[in-house]
């Protein structure tokens, strides 16, 4: 089973997509005619971009049919389930969005941190000017 994590590209291509599973592009092709729930995007040219959760489906199908050994369909009923296959959208897209929360978070921070040198560095200058005054 793959591992969502290692999924950081917004899409992949089917080649990439064969390469993660070590599988041929045209069983890709064929799966997305067999399992309707397997529909990535395509561009003007007809190039297929899968997104994570196309991804982590393909993975639990490749899981269905080539490990557990369910043939096309005892898979197809399998993901007909769609707690399953909603669980399976949700979980790419729950993670993506903390990921995006994580880096929002990181951004404030670094904000936050250069906003507090520059708060020292004006407190510094005042502190300086204080002195120099007291000496006058």
């Known amino acids: 089973m793959i591992n969502p994590d290692n999924l ?19 069983l890709i092709r064929y799966w ?3 399992f309707p729930q397997l529909h990535p995007l395509k ?5 297929r971009r899968y997104t994570k ?3 982590i489906l393909f993975g639990h199908i ?5 490990v557990k050994g369910y043939k096309i369909d005892g898979a197809k ?3 007909k389930d769609k707690r399953l296959v909603n669980k399976i959208k949700n979980s790419g897209s729950e993670e ?14 670094k904000g936050l941190l250069n906003l507090r040198f520059q708060i020292q560095k ?3 200058k005042s502190d300086e000017m204080d002195l120099d005054s007291k000496e006058l």
């Open 8 to 26: 950081t590209k917004r899409y992949y291509k089917i080649g990439e997509v064969a390469k993660i599973f070590n599988v041929a592009t045209s």
């Open 32 to 34: 997305e005619g067999e």
């Open 43 to 47: 561009n003007s040219s007809g190039v």
């Open 53 to 55: 959760e196309d991804v």
């Open 62 to 66: 490749y899981d269905l049919v080539k």
């Open 77 to 79: 009923k399998s993901l």
């Open 96 to 109: 993506s969005d903390l990921h995006k929360l994580k880096y929002e978070l990181e951004d404030i921070r």
């Open 122 to 124: 004006v407190k510094l």
